[in-house]
């Protein structure tokens, strides 16, 4: 058998309807209707109805969740289909399926918004912290979510003890695409809690392949799409490509991320494109694109632009490598205050990468990420326009650096760490010239219990 769920809404028609069928009198607007069919595509019921904007036989349920938890009970191929309507609930996934919004007419916008109430707990990330997820897929395989709307307004909570998130899935493998993700924020006071994570994707337990694709990310307070191991070995495997990911821009409060793979996760993050994260607070730095303690992840194709950094592999003492990082064919634009690359580990490829307006360097071979040195990195065929340095050497050994070509460069090539950003590059309130770049801030800024 296969399984068709519907969320429909309109009560208008479902009056209009009920002196033909029998049908439940709903309060709300929104509703869904179960409909089955056989693998023939042929309908089983003819006492079933088909009301509102989806016109298909089944039964019908007022909430996402109820549908998930009613055709989670019956037999794969399961999928769930949400119509136009905004739905003020948090929704747990424990089964294969497939959950996508669909249009009905000229509308086309399946929300799932925060309850009346604001966002509860309903889970806890791998390292023990307690999450606010509003669609939670846990310990499942081949589970799809799909031109979905989730919106984190309003999410109420009151403190830093637990972490917003918007899609999460947790030791579960399947797709995430053509979805908006949109205000995943801690309330004003709060952002400083560096939590609130729009697309994240978490494994302890094996490496469980996720695609995550096309979907608009936006508004977000931590990080846009993060991909997280335990940092002990293993995590997820994940396809990144084709999403548009735009942070709140330059702030004092919170060092965002756009897009993290990190902590043993692995994968190809291609064709996206990243803006807006820049902290211009001290200590800390947010980058476009971070691979934190994960080794052997291709970055290509994507464009990043105003950011603090552009595109950065960082070595963790505590968690592990960001070694043999491949960034090739990136466009990389107005990075503020420090490099649009920035290798912080070893064995690292870039080439072929276009740059320009970088406040310190194009390119960054930098040592300051033990216990990797910088050394035995390829930085070859690169375009770099406007940087003080176009490349960054620091310390480490083994390094081949050209060629390359320059234009408007202070140095085509120079020593050490740091080089004073060029005049008339962005550099905000940030003070980059004494400031190590390796002081990323990756999520979760700690591996414990908040």
Known sequence: MKFFVCLCASRSLLKARSSMHAVRSFTFGSFVLLALAALSGQAVAASNVAVGLCAAPGTHYLTIQTAVTAVELLSAPRTVRVCPGTYTEQVSITSALTLEGTAAGTTDAAVVATPPGGLVTNGSDIYGNPVAAQIFVQGATGVTVSHMTVDGSNDQLVDCSIDPMGIYYQNSSGSINNNAVRNVLMPSGLQGCQGGLAINVESDSGTPAITISNNSVRNYDKNGITASGPGTGGGPVVTVSGNTVIGIGATGVTAQNGIQIGFGATGTVSSNYVVDDIYTGPIYGSSGILI??????????????????????????????????????????????FDAIDLCSDNNTAEMNTIYGSAQSGVHVDDECPPSTGSGNTVTSNTINEACAGILLGSGTGNTTSPNTFANVTNTTMAGDVCSPVDGVPANTHDASSEKHSSLRPSPSRMMKR
């Open 292 to 337: 934190y303690a994960s080794n052997g992840v291709t970055v290509s194709g994507n464009t990043v632009e105003s950011t603090q950094l552009g595109i950065v592999p960082a070595t963790d003492p505590n968690y592990g490598t960001a070694d043999s990082t491949i960034i090739r064919s990136n466009h990389i634009g107005g990075t503020q205050n």
